[in-house]
């Protein structure tokens, strides 16, 4: 089960504005300066700390409302079967950017400095979608040219109850980048993410866009990813 | 000039709208008049920001220009009307729950609107509302909960102030990502916000401001 901890991730303000910023906030010099005052603070003291872990495995045989991997493990959760009905292994992966950004974003805004507190906030979403982004890929490459591998599918979207995140930790061997989940099922660092991705032939694709576009919170979630950029 | 001042707070103008407002103060304008433009101006904010033109960091900036309204008018404002707030508002993620960004903005939100918000944090028990509840008198609380996972964590502090015997003057308001009139009726909170304006709305409500 591979660890990754050599990917970089550098969120520019196109990726960043595509997360819930309007034209009136980056048209506004202050907002603007304030978000470059940001990346500056991001990458000159490393606030990014991106780690990956994952495992891949093989599936047994498809059972109700999921599948039976080798080892006798069980993965139930919403359509999987139906989403990835093709699938010759599950590959799960989970990957941070570490407690450092966040823990800043925080402090700001118990400062009183809300403003900058969410733009690094949004600065931190970025960067888990580029590293999950970065990840999907490096796993294909790693599985090789021959293998077909699906979008990603994660926890509370897509179809895969948020109760599937503990089974895709344990698959992922996240422990081994100091990720862990809450009492609540939460995710520890907050700016992380776990992924589910079917492998074997004719395994379906789709653009982060469009896996946005299907969210029920599609309407009003203010970290969606919007067609026009700025 | 109180449209002036609307029109630019509203459009997020920062300098335009403190140069208005040092203008109106040198010209002896009543404080408050100007407090009330402001207001107007962040009613339409909040409009632009439900009808999706504004985004959450427009919102923050504006009131984060409120806030700096605020501090330039706050020398010229009697005692009395300096310490007057809406009401009181007890705020945080519920039990089990970490997240604190959308919690973050409500109270900043609910501050610069002229509520006092007494924020505990992040993964806070039921008991610990209840005891500042019980400490402040407030009559609103606030519970955020970014997750499905949180509404049992409300329900359970919902019926912690219940238990309490405070429920009769305490209003119960709660917001996160997937709060629905589903989750609402679930956890017993009488009412539920979708963002930080409807936060806002809601408090003013409770208070017999809207």
């Known amino acids: 089960m591979p660890v990754i901890d050599d990917i970089h991730v550098e969120p520019g303000i196109e990726e960043i504005a595509r997360r819930g910023m309007g034209n009136a906030a980056l048209s506004r010099t202050r907002v603007a300066g304030l978000l470059r ?26 059972i109700e409302g999921g599948f039976r991997l080798q080892g006798d493990v069980v993965i139930r959760g919403g359509w999987l079967p139906d989403i990835l009905p093709r699938a010759r292994s599950l590959v799960a992966a989970a990957c941070t950017i570490g407690p450092a950004l966040e823990r800043r974003s925080s402090l700001y805004f118990r400062q009183g400095e809300q403003l900058k507190g969410f733009l690094l906030d949004i600065v931190g979403s970025a960067a888990v979608d580029l590293l999950a982004a970065e990840v999907c890929r490096r796993i294909k490459e790693d599985l090789g040219p021959g293998t077909g591998v699906s979008s990603p599918l994660s926890p509370g979207a897509g179809g895969l ?22 009492s609540g099922g939460m995710l520890d660092p907050r700016k992380s993410l776990t992924m589910l991705l079917g492998t074997g032939e004719g395994m379906p694709r789709w653009t982060p866009e469009e896996a946005c576009a299907r969210c029920p919170m599609a309407a009003e979630c203010p970290y969606r990813l919007r067609e026009e950029v700025p | ?26 010209a002896d304008e009543d404080p408050m008049a100007i407090m ?4 107007k101006a962040m009613e339409i904010v909040g409009q632009r920001f439900s009808d999706g033109e504004y985004f959450i960091p427009e919102l923050v900036f504006s009131g984060e220009i ?8 706050k020398p010229r404002l009697s005692a009395s009307a ?37 924020d505990l944090g992040v993964d806070v028990p039921p008991q610990r509302f209840v005891e500042k509840l019980e400490e402040t008198g407030s009559p609103i609380l606030g519970l955020s909960g970014f997750l499905t996972l949180a509404f049992d964590s409300m329900k359970q502090t919902v019926q912690a102030v219940e238990e309490a015997g405070l429920r009769d003057r305490v209003k119960i308001m709660i917001g996160g990502g997937q709060v629905s009139e589903e989750v609402r009726a679930y956890t017993g909170a009488d009412a539920f916000g979708k963002d930080a304006v409807e936060g806002v709305a809601l408090a003013r409500k409770f208070m017999g401001l809207a």
Do not use: C, N, W
Not at chain 1, 37 to 46: K, R, S, T
Not at chain 2, 5 to 17: G, I, M, P, R
Not at chain 2, 36 to 39: H, K, L, M, T, V
Not at chain 2, 91 to 117: E, P, Q, W
């Open chain 2, 82 to 118: 300096e310490q007057e707030r809406l009401g009181e508002v007890v705020l945080g993620t519920v039990a089990g729950d970490i997240h604190d960004i959308g919690k973050d903005i409500v109270g900043f939100m609910l501050d610069v609107s002229g509520f006092k918000v007494h």
């Open chain 2, 66 to 73: 409120l806030k700096e309204v605020t501090a330039l008018i």
């Open chain 2, 36 to 39: 009330e433009d402001a207001r």
């Open chain 2, 1 to 26: 000039m109180g449209e002036d001042l609307v029109k630019a707070l509203a459009d997020l103008e920062e300098e335009t709208v403190m140069e208005i407002v040092r203008r109106r103060l040198e």
């Open chain 1, 161 to 182: 109850p948020l109760s599937l995140q503990a089974d895709l930790l344990a698959l992922a061997g996240a422990e081994r980048i100091g990720l862990r989940i809450t």
């Open chain 1, 37 to 62: 005052e940001v990346l500056e603070e991001v990458g000159a003291e490393g606030l990014l700390r991106p780690r990956a872990a994952y495992g891949e495995h093989r599936v047994e045989g498809i």
